[in-house]
T-cell receptor, first 116, second 110 residues
Framework: DTGVSQNPRHKITKRGQNVTFRCDPI?????LYWYRQTLGQGPEFLTY????????KSRLLSDRFSAERPKGSFSTLEIQRTEQGDSAMYLC??????????????FGPGTRLTVL | EDKVVQSPLSLVVHEGDTVTLNCSYE??????LLWYKQEKKAPTFLFML????IEKKSGRLSSILDKKELSSILNITATQTGDSAIYLC??????????FGDGTTLTVKP
C-alpha cells in the first residue's frame, strides 16, 4: 500500500503523559500536514511542512504540541502533558510537489487519541 | 483566523433526490477551495476549484466556485445511499495553510 500511513492507529493514555504519533507520507510527496478532528467538526489545521521546513503552525497550537520532519520524509507529532481535551483524531495528509502551486491532500487513516 | 462556513449542517433526502451543499469562506491570500467526502474514516478528495465560474464534474457530482461571492456549491444528482457521508470544504492559501468547515452531514434514505 503506497498511501499515507499513521501509527499507532489508536492510543489510550493517562492525563499528564506524553504521546508521539508518526506519519509516513506518500513517497515523493514533499508537503505534509497535521490536523486534529473532533466529533462534529471538520479537521483543524495544526501545522504544515514543506520538506523538512515547518512553514506554518496554528496559533491554536499550544506549546505542548511539537512536530518534526527531520529528513523531509516521515513526521512525528508529540503532545506533552496530555489533557482530556486533547482527545481527538489526529490526521496526517501529504501532497506532491508541483510547479504551479498546491494541490489535493491525501489523508492517512488517522490516530485516535483518548486521554483518560 | 480564516473561517469556512458550510450549510446546511445536515440534510436528509431520499434516493434519487438532487442536493446542493453550500460553502462560504472569508480568507486572505486565497488560492483554492477543495471539497472532500468523509465516511467513517479520513477525508477523500473530490474537487479542487481555483477559477471562478468553471464547473468541475465527476459522475453525479459537480462543483463550482464563485470568487465574487466567496462561495462554492457542491451538487449531487440522483442521490444514492452510498452518498451518505459528511461533505467537507476547505480553503487553501498561497502559504499552504488549509482551513476546513465543519461539514454537511448528508443522509440518503432508500
Amino acid at each position: 500500500d503506497t498511501g499515507v500511513s499513521q501509527n499507532p492507529r489508536h492510543k489510550i493514555t493517562k492525563r499528564g503523559q506524553n504521546v508521539t504519533f508518526r506519519c509516513d507520507p506518500i513517497s515523493e510527496h514533499n508537503r505534509l500536514y497535521w490536523y486534529r478532528q473532533t466529533l462534529g467538526q471538520g479537521p483543524e489545521f495544526l501545522t504544515y511542512f514543506q520538506n523538512e521546513a515547518q512553514l506554518e503552525k496554528s496559533r491554536l497550537l499550544s506549546d505542548r504540541f511539537s512536530a518534526e520532519r527531520p529528513k523531509g520524509s516521515f513526521s512525528t507529532l508529540e503532545i506533552q502533558r496530555t489533557e482530556q481535551g486533547d482527545s481527538a483524531m489526529y490526521l496526517c495528509a501529504s501532497s506532491p510537489p508541483t510547479g504551479t502551486g498546491y494541490n489535493e491532500q491525501f489523508f492517512g487513516p488517522g490516530t485516535r487519541l483518548t486521554v483518560l | 483566523e480564516d473561517k469556512v462556513v458550510q450549510s446546511p449542517l445536515s440534510l436528509v433526502v431520499h434516493e434519487g433526490d438532487t442536493v446542493t451543499l453550500n460553502c462560504s469562506y472569508e480568507v486572505t491570500n486565497f488560492r483554492s477551495l477543495l471539497w472532500y467526502k468523509q465516511e467513517k474514516k479520513a477525508p477523500t478528495f473530490l474537487f479542487m476549484l481555483t477559477s471562478s465560474g468553471i464547473e468541475k464534474k465527476s459522475g453525479r457530482l459537480s462543483s463550482i466556485l464563485d470568487k465574487k461571492e466567496l462561495s462554492s456549491i457542491l451538487n449531487i444528482t440522483a442521490t444514492q445511499t452510498g452518498d451518505s457521508a459528511i461533505y467537507l470544504c476547505a480553503e487553501l492559501t498561497n502559504a499552504g495553510k488549509s482551513t476546513f468547515g465543519d461539514g454537511t452531514t448528508l443522509t440518503v434514505k432508500p
